[in-house]
Structures are given as structure tokens and as C-alpha cells.
């Protein structure tokens, strides 16, 4: 059993004893390789944060929902030009729900969001957290893609060797290469970090698209 796996369940159990005016839980993050995150996304899409809201979703929780207009299905299929997604915490009034490293996106954020499902709900819905959440900085030729807290991402290496970690917050999968890391190397484009994950899902596929 992951140490994810442990936390969440004392979360489930801290809430089904406790009403209080703020509820608080720590959570352990493992790394994933980026293949992982690819392969276990239902959904990858292009796309920007239209709203955020929280609601009370019954008398002992909360959840922040985010509305994301989708303007490209990279993985996956979806219909839709728009999707909702639900992170559990927030606030509604004097009531806060808070989950320690959960990181929401924001109003107005462009990006590459990596859904771990379509049918059921999720503390974070974003594969890995952090690790299936990438900003698009930038606009035309000079958009970028980086990480959840701002590194340039400059290549994704499927099968990096490096050892596993728990990560920290806002860590990002093994692979991402970013600048810093990575020598001189230029930041990866909207359209190579895309055609990436297309590769590494059509490898992982065995080759179908």
C-alpha cells in the first residue's frame, strides 16, 4: 500500500469523526515516471481555467470546482468544449477544508491537464497531483511549457533512470528534464511537449493511435 494510499484513508477517516471550523490533512506525494502519467490519464487536454468556485458537498466536506474550457483532446476522448473538475478543500463561509500541497489551478491559466478520470471522483483529479498539471507561459512562437510552479520544461524523457522520490511541493515526474537541470537546453514548445505525449501513448499503445 502507498503512503498516498495511507494518508488519504486517515482523510476519509477524519472526516467521516470530525466537524470542525477547519479541517486540515497532511499528504505524501510518490514521484511517477511521466510515461506513467501519460498512460494512466483517461484524459489529456489543452486548455484554459474559466472559474473556480467551492461548495460544501455535505455536512463534513468541501470541494473546489474548476471550470476549464477545452480547446485540445490530446489523449483520450471528450466531446466537450468545456469539463469540471473537483479538488477536495476549500472554503464556504467560515467553513475550511484545507489538504496540505493541494494546488488548484487558477482563474486564467493556460495549460495541459493530465485527468485521472472521467467517471470517479478524486482527491486531486490530475494524475500525480502536480505531476498532471503543466502552465503554457507565453504566446505564438515564444509559448512555453512549464511546470506547475513555473520551471521551464526543456524534454521528457520516458524510461529515466533516476531513482524514485517523494516528492515535494509541487514536485514534478521523473523525466521532465528542466532548465537548470538540463544545460543550455531550450524550453519545449506547446506543440513538442504535445507531440511527446503522442509518441509516448501511441509506444505505450503498441504502436495504435
Do not use: C
Amino acid at each position: 500500500m502507498s503512503l498516498l494510499t495511507i494518508r488519504l484513508r486517515q482523510l476519509l477517516l477524519s472526516l467521516g469523526l470530525l466537524l470542525l471550523p477547519t479541517l486540515s490533512t497532511a499528504t505524501t506525494i510518490e514521484q511517477m515516471r511521466f510515461e506513467q502519467v501519460v498512460d494512466t490519464a483517461a484524459l489529456i487536454f489543452q486548455g484554459e481555467v474559466l472559474a473556480v468556485e467551492s461548495r460544501q458537498t455535505g455536512p463534513r466536506s468541501i470541494s473546489t470546482y474548476v471550470q476549464f474550457r477545452v480547446d485540445e483532446v490530446i489523449k483520450g476522448s471528450y466531446a466537450g468544449d468545456a469539463i469540471e473538475l473537483s479538488f477536495l478543500g476549500g472554503r464556504v463561509g467560515n467553513l475550511q477544508m484545507t489538504v496540505s500541497e493541494m494546488q488548484v489551478p487558477e482563474v486564467g491559466e493556460t495549460g495541459i491537464y493530465f485527468v485521472h478520470s472521467l467517471n470517479d471522483s478524486q482527491v486531486h483529479p490530475l494524475v500525480g497531483w502536480t505531476q498532471g498539471h503543466y502552465l503554457i507561459k507565453g504566446e505564438s512562437s515564444a509559448a512555453q511549457v512549464t511546470t506547475a510552479d513555473g520551471q521551464s520544461v526543456t524534454a521528457l524523457e520516458a524510461g529515466n533512470q533516476s531513482p524514485l522520490i517523494i516528492l515535494p511541493h509541487e514536485g514534478t515526474a521523473r523525466g521532465v528534464q528542466v532548465q537548470g537541470l538540463n544545460g543550455n537546453a531550450l524550453p519545449m514548445t506547446p506543440g513538442a511537449f504535445k507531440a511527446r505525449i503522442r509518441d509516448i501513448a501511441r509506444d505505450s499503445s503498441g504502436g495504435t493511435p
